[in-house]
């Protein structure tokens, strides 16, 4: 395998010139993420993932359907830093530096942002203003779906 080096342009350039193969063996990092993208979104046929050289090494941009964007992201986003992480194995094999972007239009980071921000503002407005004055309530373990002390007391423990 030949290493990239510290010029991938230079180095890309020369490897698709001479060694039109090689090129075929390095994208295994991209037909590696779009396999297990594929198997973990509902709309497999909307994967598509592009992939270019930068300064920095590899960079793979992931696009997929925006309804599979949470399934990509996951919980405070462990999938996506999973997929990072096999990615980062995959291309250490290769003597590469493989990072990943997804790629979220802007309209759509908009929406969601909005919508984060009004449920944000439901919860925080609703338990902590009390109708009367404009001074908030002090929290109770229980506003936060927490076991407070007093439910403790009514059961007895």
Not at 9 to 34: G, I, R, S
Not at 67 to 82: F, P
Not at 117 to 129: D, F, L, N, R
Request: hydrophobic share 35%; with cysteine; aromatic share 6%.
């Amino acid at each position: 395998m030949v290493k990239v080096g510290p010029f991938p342009a230079l180095c890309y350039y020369f490897l698709t010139k001479y060694y039109p193969n090689v090129m075929d063996e390095m994208q295994k990092d991209q037909q590696f993420l779009e396999y297990v993208v594929k198997s973990l979104v509902n709309h497999p046929e909307d994967v598509k993932t592009t992939r270019e050289l930068d300064d920095r090494g590899v960079k793979i941009t992931l696009h997929v359907n925006p309804e599979d964007m949470g399934y990509i992201i996951g919980r405070q986003g462990q999938t996506a830093r999973a997929l990072r992480i096999l990615l980062k194995i995959v291309g250490a094999k290769e003597d590469a530096r493989v990072s990943m972007l997804i790629y979220e239009p802007e309209e759509m980071r908009r929406i969601h942002q909005e919508k984060k921000g009004a449920m944000m503002g439901e919860s925080m407005g609703a338990s902590t203003v009390s109708a009367a004055s404009d001074r908030p309530k002090p929290r109770v373990h229980g506003d936060a779906g927490l076991v407070s002390d007093d439910d403790l007391a009514d059961l007895g423990i």
